[in-house]
């Protein structure tokens, strides 16, 4: 069984920055994938980001550039760099890991204010 703390939401003004932090503990594997999801009122969840084990890396298209991933494997946690931030970033973050079956976090807000 695998548990997910996130950290860091809130609200910041337009072209601000947060950082989010996911802490994974329980049965963690040594080759995993850990990122980011979201989602916003009224609309469908959307992967963010990713980053596997190794440190390979994946964004959508609409964070690429603002936004970085990191992972430290020795604390299994995964860190959301968020710059320049706009009012459509607003939304729920989720982080998870996936080794096999996913784990979600349990989300934290990011509000961004224009």
């Known amino acids: 069984q695998v548990q997910l703390v996130e950290s860091g939401g809130g609200l910041v003004q337009a072209g601000g920055s947060l950082r989010l932090s996911c802490a994974a503990s329980g049965s963690i594997r040594s080759i995993n994938v850990m990122g980011w999801y979201r989602q916003a009122p009224g609309k469908q969840r959307e992967r963010v980001a990713l980053i596997i084990s190794g440190g390979g890396t994946n964004y959508a298209d609409s964070v690429k550039g603002r936004f970085t991933i990191s992972r430290d494997n020795a604390k299994n946690t995964v860190f959301l760099e968020m710059n320049s931030l706009k009012p459509e970033d607003t939304a729920v973050y989720y982080c998870?890991?996936?080794?096999?079956?996913?784990?979600w976090g349990q989300g934290t807000q990011v509000t961004v204010s224009s």
């Open positions: 998870y890991i996936q080794q096999g079956l996913v784990s």
